[in-house]
């Protein structure tokens, strides 16, 4: 790392750990936690690889699952021939339209069971009915969260 260890490093060390939580690779959430706390706020991969005492193919790793996952762009950097990340501006808002989609495509299982349980009797379907129940609220709400954000935003 350069020079000593600083609050942000630990942060970025707990956001690691938090998506380990979820059975996620720690490095990718290293760096997220790191892209959110550092300046500037874009990094080469050989500064991430050093502020975070990573190699270099594990930044090229994570690079790619949060590329995958929006969570990261490339920039420029006027007089650097270098790629640089940095977290990608709209990214949280995105995250909860991904969620609204994953919620649609649940109800989408869940009555695909419904058919399945067709001629079963009322007590044999309730657990899909109720999956189904619970999906189409949280649809609802997380396809709601775009307006409620920008209303906050305005205040």
């Known amino acids: 790392m350069s020079g000593e260890r600083t609050a942000r490093h630990d942060y970025a060390d707990e956001i690691g750990a938090y998506f380990e939580g979820f059975?996620?690779?720690?490095?990718?959430?290293?760096i997220l936690g790191w892209l959110l706390v550092c300046e500037p706020p874009h990094q080469s991969p050989e500064q991430l690889a050093e502020e975070l005492g990573v190699s270099r193919g594990s930044v090229s790793m994570?690079?790619?699952?949060?590329?995958?996952n929006n969570a990261v762009e490339r920039?420029?950097?006027?007089?650097?021939?270098?790629?640089h990340w940095r977290l990608r501006p709209?990214?949280?808002?995105?995250?909860?339209?991904?969620?609204?989609?994953q919620a649609r495509e649940w109800i989408k299982q869940a009555e695909r069971g419904l058919d399945v349980l067709a001629d079963a009797p009322p007590e044999s379907r309730?657990?899909?009915?109720?999956a189904k129940e619970m999906y189409t609220f949280l649809a609802e709400q997380y396809e709601h969260i775009e307006t409620l954000w920008y209303e906050q935003r305005k205040k």
Do not use: N, Y
């Open 126 to 130: 309730r657990r899909l009915e109720e």
């Open 75 to 83: 920039v420029t950097v006027p007089g650097s021939r270098r790629t």
């Open 90 to 101: 709209g990214f949280w808002l995105d995250e909860a339209a991904e969620k609204a989609k």
């Open 23 to 30: 059975g996620l690779p720690r490095i990718p959430g290293r």
């Open 62 to 68: 994570a690079m790619r699952m949060l590329q995958r």
